[in-house]
């Protein structure tokens, strides 16, 4: 590398951001110093020539360059540009809202001689300046073409009335958009519901609810016509795991299961390893990341040293002698860091390990790099976080313990979940649909949830202070009450935990925007409930299968947890969804070990309230 840069720092990924930012402005590396407003920027103008100087010695493009080298082309060569004018006399661009600087650009240029452009799209839409697009391009179109003609398309086939006068007290509220109002000729349609629940955990388990009141009443239920929408990747994790306990088929549009993306399985690869050191799949995740200058080759010799002596990965790093000074320098900085957080789990509780490791170990300088990316990584790690804080009131080392069989646990219900629908032919296509509102642009369903309405959550936290950042929020929402083509819900918590922190919790100033006789409200009672925010407590504790919610809403009332108990207990005979019949041989703390009767299966450990499973 031509530059010396510390990785936790600045990343290429991060660099390379910037620089496409640039490039979707027409800001060339010349230019890019009169940009310059920190010192990570001057980082980025030192690289940025060098970056171009690269490419143009392999003679390549990056895809940034396709536009603005292009635009180059043409306002440097006249010629050129009047034969590509005279090519394409006629423009259309579809979704021009989303356009950045250089694009719009690009079409100005090809227009310029016969001015015959037409571009179609949706200023109230415009959700993705974080990828460069500005919604400036489709509000100054007639300032560039003022004699352009305007054609309204308000007639909307999708949602009902109620749904569309709702998003439009939301969207009317932007001081900068085109003045328009979507309507319907559908008479359908029922008030857009607003549910105030008590928690994240009651907020899921009110959408598992009345997703399958709403399967009770048709004759060919589709689990496919529900979304769920919400506003970062972090905030499916407690949906999931409510979903697995009811046996609700999911799907993930756009991201990963919680426990399956790259940052928790680190996570929970370092933790592992504390609990175990002997656990050398684990060990072998997270000895180079983040990274320590550790590589294959080490590993291998290290590996193979431990076969022949018949040891631990863990304590051959500490014997092995057959290796250069720098890389047993980076082994004992990495084994120092395990020691550590060992000495700290038997002082600390589950959550307060996580913490301690996520600083010390270097992870969250790693993924936290500026981008939108590492943003939502650090995210959910702090959802992790949250997870683990429900263990606290266990004994030092022994939460540590407890948390990660019940991580097991969950992983190997969704893993089984998984692959008996996976033997389904509509298991792609029957499932409820989990995405964030992004992800969501362009689909439609019959149902839609929209969870987390809260201050601080949706509007992010980092928009409550930015007028520009607000606005798209406010579009944001928009979008997402447009998906919902019969029934949309509206959910915000009473408190929530959030990075291992109780929050009582505001409701989305967007709420407030849907005028009265639109909406449809519920808000729960007053009652004593648990201080346990989420899902584990609460799913290890309560009676299998759907609560009176389920049945009949509005005669629910939530329990105290204390007062429930498992009706599983040892000698049941139980009826499994996926593994058949079997036998509870013994009953600990949620946790049912059961005998099948299928010998291909045999024992297995099984979380009683994320398992579909009945007494017979």
């Known amino acids: 590398s031509e530059e010396n840069m510390d990785q936790h720092k600045i990343t290429p ?125 489709i509000l100054d179109f007639e300032k560039h073409y003022p004699d352009a003609k305007i054609v309204k398309l308000e007639q909307n086939y999708r949602s009902t009335k109620q749904i569309l006068d709702a998003a439009h007290g939301i969207i009317s509220k932007n001081t900068y958009r085109k003045e328009k109002k979507l309507w319907t000729n559908r008479a359908d349609g029922g008030k857009v519901k607003i549910w105030r629940a008590l928690n994240g955990a009651h907020e899921a388990e009110l959408i598992a609810g009345e997703i399958m009141r709403r399967l009770e009443q048709y004759e060919n239920p589709l689990y496919s016509d529900f979304a769920v929408l919400y506003r970062t990747h972090a905030q499916s994790r407690i949906i999931e795991e409510v979903f697995l306990k009811y046996g609700i088929p999911y799907k993930i549009i756009g991201g990963i299961k919680f426990y399956q993306r790259k940052e928790i399985k680190d996570i929970i690869a370092y933790l592992r390893v504390i609990a175990n050191p002997a656990d050398s799949v684990s060990l072998v995740r997270i000895i180079n990341t983040p990274p320590r200058n550790i590589g294959a080759k080490t590993i291998e010799e290290i590996q193979k040293y431990a076969a022949r002596h018949n040891i631990s990965l863990f304590e051959a790093i500490d014997k092995i002698d057959a290796l250069r000074s720098s890389k047993k320098e980076a082994l004992k900085k990495f084994t120092d860091i395990i020691e550590k957080l060992r000495e700290i789990n038997m002082k600390e509780t589950a959550s307060g390990v996580i913490k301690y490791l996520i600083e010390h170990s270097g992870y969250k300088k790693f993924i936290d790099d500026g981008t939108a990316e590492g943003e939502s990584m650090l995210e959910n790690v702090r959802e992790l976080i949250s997870v683990a804080k429900k263990y606290d009131s266990l004994e030092p080392g022994i939460s540590l313990r407890v948390f990660l069989e019940e991580v097991s646990l969950i992983a190997d219900a969704d893993y089984e979940n998984g692959y008996i629908r996976k033997q389904t032919s509509d298991a792609e296509t029957n499932s409820v649909v989990l995405m964030t509102i992004h992800s969501a642009k362009g689909l439609e369903f019959p149902h839609v949830f929209i969870a987390g309405l809260e201050e601080g959550i949706f509007p992010h936290s980092r928009s409550l202070l930015e007028r520009t950042e607000l606005e798209e929020e406010r579009r944001l929402m928009y979008v997402a009450c447009t998906r919902a083509k019969e029934c949309l819900y509206l959910l915000f918590a009473r408190e929530r935990l959030l990075y291992g922190e109780y929050h009582s919790s505001s409701p989305s100033q967007f709420l407030e925007d849907i005028s009265p006789e639109l909406v449809e409200k519920n808000y729960e009672e007053e009652c004593d409930i648990s201080d346990n925010e989420d899902g584990f407590d609460n799913m290890l504790k309560t009676i299998l299968g759907p609560p009176d919610f389920m049945r009949n809403k509005k005669s629910f009332k939530p329990v105290p947890i204390e007062e429930v108990e498992s009706p599983f207990h040892d000698g049941d005979k139980v009826s499994h969804a996926i593994f058949g019949e079997g036998i509870i041989i013994n009953v600990n703390g949620g946790v049912a070990t059961i005998a099948f009767k299928d010998k291909k299966i045999g024992i297995k450990k099984i979380a009683i309230a994320v398992a579909p499973m009945k007494k017979i």
């Open 13 to 137: 990924q991060n660099v390379l951001a910037w620089i496409s930012q640039a490039k979707n402005q027409l800001i060339g590396p010349d230019e890019y110093r009169n940009f310059i407003d920190s010192s990570f920027g001057e980082k980025v103008a030192e690289i940025y020539p060098l970056y171009q100087r690269g490419l143009h010695q392999n003679q390549a493009m990056d895809f940034d360059d396709l536009i603005m080298k292009t635009v180059e082309l043409f306002q440097n060569n006249p010629k050129i540009l009047d034969y590509y004018q005279e090519k394409f006399k006629y423009i259309s661009i579809d979704e021009y809202q989303d356009t950045n600087k250089a694009q719009a650009v690009f079409a100005d240029l090809l227009a310029e001689k016969y001015r015959n452009i037409a571009v179609i799209g949706d200023d109230d839409q415009s959700i993705y300046s974080w990828r460069g697009a500005t919604v400036q391009n």
